[in-house]
């Protein structure tokens, strides 16, 4: 299923900054970066309750806020893309 992962992080401070650097550096190791603060996720049911998990216990909740939508299986029809930045296969090779 894919999951889109959406995050603003206050960064008017020193440890805001370092949530921000936390949560960004967290959301590359599971998906595809498609906007600044914007990750597309493939993953089993499983491993985005960790995702979650883990992501919520990294930010500040009186100042940071995550949002998580969830696609589905069939997300092909319900994701369309214009403008810069090509678009890629989700469950695709990714080259390192």
Known sequence: MMML???DVNTTNSPGRKRLRKVAKYCVNYG???QNSV???VAD???MVRIKKDLVS???PSVDS???YSLGS???SKVEHYGAKPSYDAEGFLAL
Do not use: H, N
């Open 45 to 47: 049911a499983a491993l």
């Open 66 to 68: 995550l949002r998580f």
């Open 39 to 41: 990750f597309e996720c």
């Open 74 to 76: 069939s997300y092909r």
């Open 5 to 7: 992962i959406t995050y």
């Open 58 to 60: 990294m930010i500040d």
């Open 32 to 34: 595809q970066r498609v």
